[in-house]
T-cell receptor, first 114, second 110 residues
Framework: GAGVSQSPSNKVTEKGKDVELRCDPI?????LYWYRQSLGQGLEFLIY????????KSGLPSDRFSAERTGGSVSTLTIQRTQQEDSAVYLC????????????FGPGTRLLVL | QKEVEQDPGPLSVPEGAIVSLNCTYS??????FMWYRQYSRKGPELLMY????GNKEDGRFTAQVDKSSKYISLFIRDSQPSDSATYLC??????????FGKGTRLHILP
């Protein structure tokens, strides 16, 4: 079946604008994760959704970042009042297991804030 | 000290050589150890997964975990140009978020 999809694949925005990034997980996967990957940096955990449980937001870098997951499927990551340091690749992953290690990643959204 | 340390490379080796990639870590609670491969402009894909210490082999790939030394390795035998990618080590404690290394860029020279 289809893998994890993300849109848009690329996004260029001006500083101060809001952006929305979308993730479609693998059908039936109950867990969904957002990561950020900056040049020369590893994957930085942002947020984790598991079923109907309250999301783990411990990785969100500031209150400008938020995410929601509707109907236990599609997720949207929103960055308000974007800053240049928000420029990065935003990766979404999903998994079906109870442990977090079996994650399948999407291709990412490349965000450039001018 | 960072939780996971990984040399960013780049590492260039000739085709057919054995490649050795490794990571060190500081958190003794880590039990699950993974290697992901990431091609340019793609998301990471899980390559190898190991629980606790020991070796695991899958085709040309062998993952080793030495918990006493807090050191993990990935070996690639008979390396191919298609193995050129960034390799990220990753690890987690039970029911906790995964911590990734920064990745090692590998170039296999034809």
């Amino acid at each position: 079946g289809a893998g994890v999809s993300q849109s848009p694949s690329n996004k260029v925005t001006e500083k101060g604008k809001d952006v929305e990034l979308r993730c479609d997980p693998i059908s039936g996967h109950t867990a969904l994760y957002w990561y950020r990957q900056s040049l020369g940096q590893g994957l930085e955990f942002l947020i984790y959704f598991q079923g109907n449980s309250a999301p783990d937001k411990s990785g969100l870098p500031s209150d400008r970042f938020s995410a929601e997951r509707t109907g236990g499927s599609v997720s949207t990551l929103t960055i308000q009042r974007t800053q240049q340091e928000d420029s990065a690749v935003y990766l979404c992953a999903s998994s079906s297991g109870t442990f977090r290690e079996t994650q399948y990643f999407g291709p990412g959204t490349r965000l450039l804030v001018l | 000290q960072k939780e996971v340390e990984q040399d960013p490379g780049p590492l260039s080796v000739p085709e057919g050589a054995i490649v050795s990639l490794n990571c060190t870590y500081s958190n003794s609670a880590f039990q699950y150890f993974m290697w992901y491969r990431q091609y340019s402009r793609k998301g990471p894909e899980l390559l190898m997964y190991t629980y606790s210490s020991g070796n695991k082999e899958d085709g040309r790939f062998t993952a080793q975990v030495d918990k006493s030394s807090k050191y993990i390795s990935l070996f690639i035998r008979d390396s191919q140009p298609s193995d050129s990618a960034t390799y990220l080590c990753a690890m987690s404690a039970r029911d906790d978020k995964i911590i990734f290394g920064k990745g090692t860029r590998l170039h296999i020279l034809p």
